[in-house]
Nanobody, 118 residues
Framework: QVQLVESGGGSVQAGGSLRLSCAAS????????MAWFRQAPGKNRDLVAR????????YYANFVKGRFTISRDNAKNTVYLQMNSLKPEDTAVYYC???????????WGQGTQVTVSS
């Protein structure tokens, strides 16, 4: 079993920045990808960004390209999401996830709230 613990959420004004962290622990951790998803009230849970754990190659949803950056620290089993130029529409619960090589979800974190006010 793998546990994912997110941190770094909070409230910020539009144009501001936040950095989310997700630390993985538990059994010997191995992963093909780690990712961030988000879910706003009444909406689907959408992929925000994912990163190949070995190569570090990222993928971003169009709605965050140029504003968000995903990175990882292999030694700490931690993935980060740097969020800049935040908009009110970025308001959501952000979830960390471990993905298989087929991009299926193996584990979810508990989520962290991000609120952006105008």
């Amino acid at each position: 079993q793998v546990q994912l613990v997110e941190s770094g959420g909070g409230s910020v004004q539009a144009g501001g920045s936040l950095r989310l962290s997700c630390a993985a622990s538990g059994r010997t951790f191995s992963s093909s990808y780690m990712a961030w998803f988000r879910q706003a009230p009444g909406k689907n849970r959408d992929l925000v960004a994912r990163i190949n754990w070995s190569s570090g190659i990222p993928y971003y949803a169009n709605f965050v390209k140029g504003r968000f950056t995903i990175s990882r620290d292999n030694a700490k089993n931690t993935v980060y999401l740097q969020m800049n130029s935040l908009k009110p529409e970025d308001t959501a619960v952000y979830y960390c996830a471990v993905l298989s090589e087929r991009l299926t979800i193996d584990y979810w974190g508990q989520g962290t709230q991000v609120t952006v006010s105008s």
